[in-house]
């Protein structure tokens, strides 16, 4: 029977594309319809579209799906393993004394936001590059620092990702695919250095964290060895983490397999007591952790020829740069930073925010954050939503992704694997855009953390990367 | 007895989920017994004590999932295998209370195996892209949007050709396939008669007229209205009557469009010469010779279309009410108007019933002037000023350039009617009222107070002002027939019973002299 007798003689199930109420009728003449929540693709812009239908020439589509496959592969098959800390000087490539590293794309010291501006000057400080934040400031401004974003340095940094040569870094390896990825440690609290605070607090904290915190977990690791990120991860997720913004679980769980090692290092009780009320004080603790797993993860799935998967998305508080497999090495497709729109801490309102910033949108690179928000009901409130807007996330992330991570699944979803493999022609088809869940910091140096919600990219990032693309693969 | 053992290494799954699997793979058909579980000394110890343990599981690590498999035969074991492979992958797609969105056509598709059809209405510079990723995902395609050009119509019905698929459309308001309406169509009998039009309401007038006559539609194929053109030959009717031939359920065919180029024409005949199963042409203004030589059945006008199909469908000719023209009604109205009531003024939303009704009053005045003419000399230079007889297509590009259809939006039709029943030249104004799927709430409420107004205005003024209605629907349809049809005699409209009689009477509500 040819086709259209076997339409003839079947159920319709039409999927309805554009007005709504064909749907309706379709339905309600016993019949199924789906209607699809459709935008013009490229928000309707001609080079878009031009550039989408360029694609998806069989030819040049089958050289992407291949490479996609490829990269999305690496993802998956990835197996980051927490092998070490270290300070920055000792493993972080191209890290000098007087390098500075930090969230998102490249960027000047006089274009950087005020967090970033804190946590600059605080760094020098702590580094011993000038007595006082105004000092620190002339030497910033003077060219005697070496300003370089974390990603290309194999690294990645929470909020303003301020990196420098004396801080301990985890260091994680993939098993799979032997590259080794790189973040410092979390400061818990608010009022930190990578929120844009530099009092002396914050540096009396880095100090200990130099000279107590990065010292015991380095002989910790020294003695367990390696810790399998990826399986705590997913643990984690099936505990209500979606590992960005919670992380009580993962948290619980890492320092759960530390503390034998810990127990087992030269320092004092009293020293290993405050290490565990410290990792105790905040949940964050993981946070820095599943970011440099994430970053293992992509890193093997960059520079894969005629891939179209984003392997970085990264916000320096004034731009959000994305970095796209295919085109290999530092190539950034930048846009605006976005507002954060989410709960405050009291005393603060929205217009004391500052634009998105921070390497933490690794996470959701990777599929974890925002795109696994069903697996974190308990913190939907923090991000402003509701349960079934959580899963809603969730699943329309499938709309731009490539495949499901068989290996880190959400519960809520019957168990499905998370949204991996962002395709940028996927965004700009649909107009979907990642949705990031997130921390707010202060727009001004000095304040800290403030509050926390969801945001996204800015488009034209993605658009920029199409068109780049189109004309580097067809 | 055989066993198969798999170990995923650094893989986890939470117990109970891994609890749940195992249920289900021990109901895989041959599988004596199955465990799947993480590689802990709790689980070696299960495996342990039902026999299953060997030295590769003893090695499993804590994060490493285990799955063993007994069966009767290696093969059994290995399907089994299979089988629970598709069990860790079936998770997606369960039926929940949240409806799930997707946002491309290959996504839905990609969940929704079952889809068989894509009905796309989006503006139309983007449609086409919409109806080739409808046609790569081997769903047939009706195209409701217009403003797709020539060129990429072509390209989309032979590429639906080529993969035997419907390409309904560009501009294809109509289909009723496995009696399902598709966008603008009417409730009309499940039956034996098979439609292929490139007329939306035309076709829809003859499924309408085809139910009236006590006989049924099977499937009703929408073409859009330039699939008859010289560049696009007639791709999709030509296909659309050789999936009626081979449809059982269809025992009679009927072929709408307005007059096809000639070698278009030539090619749908000769496949109508070739046809097992009769064939009824309505061409509007076509040629009578050409279809009767090739054996089909010619209708002039819709009525005749739908009367000769259900005739040739079994139904008794002599028992059909076929609804002849009121002829003392036609002279009763005759008396009323003044000899300098000369014209007929059609205000139509539909395209092909302005068309017929245009053809029927050509027959017999010269003067027949409209935006829809072919003879250049009656085309209206300015639309938004009436001569002589004059029909209108509201609906066209003329008109609607960017703004809702009239079905959709009256406010551009009330304003033409109010200034038509002001000229004291007109006779009668015919217009059309379109029901169904897809038409408005309301079509005849929302012209009500303006067809009362010009009533008041011309009995004032002394002379009758004659309003013919026509309501295109079924007693199936929704807004309800017979209520429709009364408001608008309840305001002293005149109703014709069909499109044909509609234009049959407004052309003889003006002859003078007869």
């Known amino acids: 029977?040819?086709?259209?007798?076997?339409?003839?003689?079947?159920?319709?199930?039409?999927?309805?594309?554009?007005?709504?109420?064909?749907?309706?009728?379709?339905?309600?003449?016993?019949?199924?319809?789906?209607?699809?929540?459709?935008?013009?693709?490229?928000?309707?812009?001609?080079?878009?579209?031009?550039?989408?239908?360029?694609?998806?020439?069989?030819?040049?589509?089958?050289?992407?799906?291949?490479?996609?496959?490829?990269?999305?592969?690496?993802?998956?098959?990835?197996?980051?393993?927490?092998?070490?800390?270290?300070?920055?000087?000792?493993?972080?490539?191209?890290?000098?004394?007087?390098?500075?590293?930090?969230?998102?794309?490249?960027?000047?010291?006089?274009?950087?936001?005020?967090?970033?501006?804190?946590?600059?000057?605080?760094?020098?400080?702590?580094?011993?590059?000038?007595?006082?934040?105004?000092?620190?400031?002339?030497?910033?401004?003077?060219?005697?620092?070496?300003?370089?974003?974390?990603?290309?340095?194999?690294?990645?940094?929470?909020?303003?990702?301020?990196?420098?040569?004396?801080?301990?870094?985890?260091?994680?390896?993939?098993k799979t695919y032997g590259n080794v990825a790189y973040t410092n440690l979390s400061e818990q609290m608010a009022k930190i250095l990578r929120m844009g605070a530099n009092d002396e607090s914050v540096i009396a904290r880095l100090n200990w964290m130099r000279d107590v915190l990065g010292p015991m977990l380095r002989d910790a690791m020294k003695i367990a060895g390696e810790i399998d990120l990826r399986l705590m991860l997913a643990q984690a997720l099936h505990m209500g983490d979606e590992c960005h913004n919670r992380n009580n679980a993962g948290t619980s769980l890492l320092i759960q397999a530390l503390t034998p090692y810990i127990l087992e290092t030269d320092f004092t009780k009293e020293q290993k007591r405050e290490v565990f009320d410290f990792v105790a004080s905040s949940d964050y603790f993981s946070g820095p952790t599943w970011m440099a797993m994430c970053k293992c993860a992509l890193d093997a799935a960059h520079g894969i020829e005629n891939s179209t998967i984003v392997t970085t998305m990264a916000r320096n508080g004034v731009e959000f740069g994305i970095r796209v497999s295919g085109m290999a090495g530092n190539t950034w497709f930048t846009g605006p930073a976005q507002k954060v729109v989410g709960p405050m801490f009291a005393g603060y309102k929205p217009e004391d925010s500052g634009l998105d910033i921070g390497d933490s949108a690794i996470t959701e690179t990777y599929g974890i954050g925002g795109f696994a928000m069903a697996a974190a009901p308990a913190i939907v409130a923090l991000v402003g939503g509701t349960v079934e807007e959580a899963i809603g996330f969730s699943t329309t992330m499938k709309e731009i992704t490539t495949a499901e991570n068989p290996n880190v699944t959400i519960p809520l979803l019957d168990f499905q694997g998370v949204a991996t493999g962002i395709d940028i022609r996927q965004v700009i088809q649909t107009g979907i855009l990642p949705i990031i869940n997130t921390a707010i910091a202060h727009k001004d140096a000095g304040i800290g953390m403030i509050g926390a919600g969801i945001t996204y990219p800015p488009m034209v990032a993605f658009e920029k990367a199409l068109l780049a693309v189109t004309e580097t693969i067809s | 007895m055989s066993t198969k053992v798999v170990i995923k290494q650094s893989t986890y799954f939470d117990s109970v989920s891994l609890m749940s699997l195992s249920t289900k793979a021990n109901q895989i058909e041959g599988v004596e017994q199955a465990v799947i579980a993480m590689g802990t000394d709790m689980n070696k110890e299960v495996l342990k004590n039902v026999g299953l343990l060997t030295p590769e599981l003893e090695a499993a690590k804590t994060s490493d999932l285990m799955i063993v498999v007994k069966a009767a035969t290696v093969e059994l074991c290995e399907s089994a295998l299979i089988a629970i492979e598709e069990l860790f992958k079936k998770k997606g797609g369960s039926k929940s209370a949240t409806e799930i969105k997707y946002s491309t056509i290959d996504s839905a598709v990609a969940s929704i195996p079952e889809a068989n059809l894509a009905v796309i209405s989006v503006n139309g510079a983007f449609a086409a892209r919409e109806a080739r990723k409808a046609l790569e995902n081997d769903l047939h395609v009706m195209l409701f949007s217009d403003n797709v050009s020539i060129e990429e119509e072509i390209a989309l019905k032979q590429f639906a050709h080529e993969k035997g698929l419907l390409m309904m459309g560009p501009d294809c308001g109509t289909a009723i396939i496995g009696n399902v309406a598709l966008c603008f169509g009417n409730a009309v009998r499940k039956g034996s008669i098979g439609i292929v039009g490139a007329s939306g309401t035309g076709s829809q007038e003859v499924s309408v007229r085809i139910h009236d006559f006590g006989g049924g539609i099977t499937q009703l194929i929408g073409t859009g209205g330039r699939d008859l053109s010289e560049q696009v030959g007639g791709i999709m009717m030509l296909d659309g009557i050789k999936a009626l031939e081979e449809d059982e359920a269809t025992k009679v065919i009927v072929l709408i469009s307005k007059p096809p180029a000639p070698s278009v024409q030539e090619k749908v005949l000769a496949q109508v010469k070739n046809s097992k199963k009769p064939v009824v042409v309505y061409f509007i203004g076509g040629d009578e010779a050409a279809v009767v030589q090739a054996g089909g059945h010619f209708a002039k006008t819709s009525k005749e279309a739908a009367i000769k199909a259900v005739v040739l469908a079994g139904a008794n000719e002599d028992e059909l009410n076929k609804r002849a023209l009121n002829w003392p009604l036609i002279e009763e109205v005759r008396a009323k108007l003044t000899p300098e009531q000369k014209y007929v003024r059609g205000l139509f939303c539909g395209g092909t019933l302005c068309d017929e009704a245009m053809y029927l009053a050509m027959e017999k005045y010269e003067d027949v002037y409209s935006n829809i003419q072919k003879k250049a000399d009656y085309k209206l230079k300015n639309i938004h000023e009436s001569k002589a007889h004059t029909y209108l297509d509201m609906g066209d590009d003329d008109f609607t350039n960017g703004k809702p259809h009239p079905m959709i939006d009256p406010s551009s039709r009330i304003a033409r009617f109010l200034e038509e029943a002001k000229d004291p030249s007109v006779g009668v104004i015919l217009m059309d009222f379109i029901l169904g799927f897809g038409s408005h709430e309301d079509p005849v409420g929302v012209m009500l107070p303006a067809i009362i107004e010009a009533k008041d205005q011309a009995a004032k003024e002394g002379r009758h002002l004659e309003i013919l209605g026509y309501v295109l629907g079924t007693d199936l349809d929704t807004p309800n027939f017979d209520e429709q049809v009364k408001k608008l005699m309840d305001a002293g409209v005149t109703i014709a019973s069909s499109s044909t009689n509609a234009g049959l009477l407004a052309r003889e509500f003006v002859a003078k002299g007869e």
Not at chain 1, 86 to 91: F, K, L, P, S, T
């Open chain 1, 1 to 174: 029977m040819s086709k259209i007798n076997e339409l003839f003689n079947g159920k319709i199930h039409a999927i309805n594309v554009g007005i709504e109420f064909f749907k309706d009728d379709i339905i309600k003449q016993n019949a199924n319809a789906s209607h699809l929540d459709w935008k013009p693709p490229g928000g309707g812009k001609p080079e878009l579209i031009n550039a989408l239908d360029r694609l998806e020439n069989t030819a040049v589509a089958d050289k992407i799906a291949g490479a996609n496959k490829l990269a999305v592969e690496r993802i998956i098959n990835s197996q980051p393993m927490l092998v070490g800390f270290d300070q920055a000087i000792n493993v972080v490539p191209g890290m000098t004394k007087t390098t500075i590293l930090h969230a998102g794309p490249p960027i000047t010291w006089d274009k950087m936001c005020g967090a970033m501006k804190g946590a600059v000057t605080g760094a020098i400080v702590f580094e011993g590059l000038a007595k006082d934040i105004e000092e620190a400031e002339q030497v910033a401004a003077s060219g005697a620092i070496t300003f370089s974003p974390c990603h290309e340095h194999n690294c990645v940094g929470s909020m303003a990702g301020v990196t420098s040569a004396s801080m301990f870094m985890h260091v994680v390896k993939n």
